[in-house]
């Protein structure tokens, strides 16, 4: 196995710290343990004080290509991060509040439904916590509306039918089907309780309204864009071009949501059947148009540097800096693009948010019968994994995978207790348990072995 040991990382570095509780080499041991027999190809990138303190890759990018700490894949979800702290660049920059409503800043000409041109409608708040109603809503519109099935909810027209039929007034009563959530509510719902908003519900279409919103806040404050007519092709690429300036330029690296090069894009693979053909795409020329909630291609590297420039903009020189202090605290109170149970009871002071992408269907593979290894068709989930996590002791992680986990059982990333955040969750704890032990005399063994590896202590 590979692994590369970087010594700097682009921040300066912070004040170190005395007794620090986490031990980077057990972590880095532990997702070795974890990933390394059971994932196709991964990388992850662990962070301390705002240095490189262990970073790994292993496995196959694609066919006769290793997969590196450099490889990027689709980081689905995680996007949601990157758009959220776009959204909050642009709103200080107009002087404009989290509780301010979204219904000015669409398109001149969209129609507004019921939540988006009535005071006290959807807020960019009530998009950024997944608290709009946009889910429940689209789950009532899919049996009333009229081919409102036949457009992506996250394309441009897909959005812009969404906003025109409005918030259904009776959205509350209606089931949050993907969640099964009920009276779960997101941070800033008691804010919200006066119009009504305020019951969580995930759904990309809240961040994909925020690839035509970002567009048009950015023209505000920038008489270089005001001109441009705000088209389906052209809020996509001001999107991508108002991110590319304002978080990635910082970042000294370049990022996109699409990847055309057939030579050198991931590939997205079955773990548990190798010989099955992997998907070579997942229809990047198309990406852009729905990127915003998912669609970003990044390195474990990038984002873990991107991780810890959001989670200190204070060691940060203000030329580099993505988001302000009072902003990074304001998107951590409210967790504006964390996850909704990041930093409560036993994840207390963690903030995550992964991402999840899935390609289900059958594929050809070499498959072990009562009468021999045959080539039979199976049912195969070519799948991308990432997450991004920051830790209340200065440390930040980030991994990414280019398949689902081998293991006993069907592994289900929907579940969080078998999410690949709950790996870096559990790798952190292995690291600070390990800290105790050495410190009371007790020896550390480090230890393969798939879902069961990871670290042995002994007292």
């Known amino acids: 196995m ?42 992850f990138t662990i ?89 429940q809503t689209i789950g009532k519109y899919l049996t009333t509306i009229p081919n409102y099935g036949d457009v992506s909810i996250n394309s441009y027209d897909g959005l812009q039918t969404l ?79 108002y991110v590319a300036q304002n978080i990635w330029a910082p970042l000294e690296f370049n990022a996109s949501c699409y990847h055309l090069n057939e030579a050198t894009r991931t590939h997205y693979f079955d773990a548990r059947y190798p010989t099955a053909a992997p998907v070579t795409t997942w ?4 990406m852009a148009y729905g990127c915003g909630p998912v669609g970003w291609h990044l390195s474990s590297v990038e984002l873990a540097k991107f991780t810890t420039y959001l989670s200190h903009p204070e060691w940060v020189p203000a030329d580099k800096r993505i988001l302000s202090v009072a902003h990074r605290d304001l998107m951590d109170q409210l967790k504006l693009g964390w996850s909704v149970g990041a930093n409560e009871g036993d994840e207390a002071g963690i903030f995550w948010h992964g991402g999840d992408y899935m390609s289900d269907t059958t594929a050809i593979s070499m498959v072990p019968t009562q009468t021999g290894v045959q080539w039979l068709p199976v049912p195969a989930s070519r799948e991308s994994h990432a997450c991004i996590m920051k830790f209340d002791d200065d440390v930040e992680v980030a991994a990414v995978i280019n398949s689902n986990l081998r293991g006993a059982g069907l592994w289900n990333p929907a579940l969080f207790n078998q999410s690949l955040c709950r ?37």
């Open 2 to 43: 590979t692994r590369f040991l970087i010594a700097l990382f682009l921040i300066i570095a912070a004040a170190p710290r005395l007794g620090a509780e986490t031990d980077t080499d057990t972590m880095a041991a532990y997702l070795n343990a974890q990933l390394g027999p059971r994932a196709t190809g991964y990388s």
């Open 47 to 135: 962070v301390e004080d705002g240095q490189i303190a262990a970073s790994s890759a292993a496995g196959v990018k694609r066919a006769g290509q290793d997969f590196q700490t450099s490889t990027k894949i689709h980081v689905a979800s995680v996007s949601k991060t990157v758009t959220a702290v776009a959204v909050l660049q642009l709103l200080e920059a107009n002087d404009l509040s989290v509780y301010d409503s979204v219904g000015p800043w669409l398109p001149d000409e969209w129609v507004r439904g019921f939540g988006f041109w009535n005071v006290g409608g959807v807020r960019f708040i009530d998009l950024l916590t997944h608290t709009s109603g946009i889910q």
């Open 163 to 241: 906003v025109a039929n409005g918030i259904a007034a009776d959205w509350k009563e209606t089931e949050c089907a993907q969640q099964q959530n009920d009276g779960a509510y997101a941070p800033g719902a008691a804010a919200n309780s006066g119009s009504g908003f305020g019951v969580y519900c995930y759904k990309n279409a809240n961040y994909g309204l925020f690839r035509v919103i970002i567009p048009k806040l950015w023209q505000a404050v920038n008489p270089a864009v005001d001109h441009l007519e705000l088209t389906d092709d052209l809020t996509a690429w001001l999107y991508m071009a």
């Open 283 to 286: 229809g990047e020329a198309s």
């Open 423 to 459: 790996i870096l969750i559990n790798a952190h704890e292995a690291s600070q348990e390990a800290t105790r032990v050495r410190r009371t005399g007790g020896a550390v063994v480090f230890t393969g072995g798939g879902s069961g590896g990871g670290v042995t202590l002994s007292q």
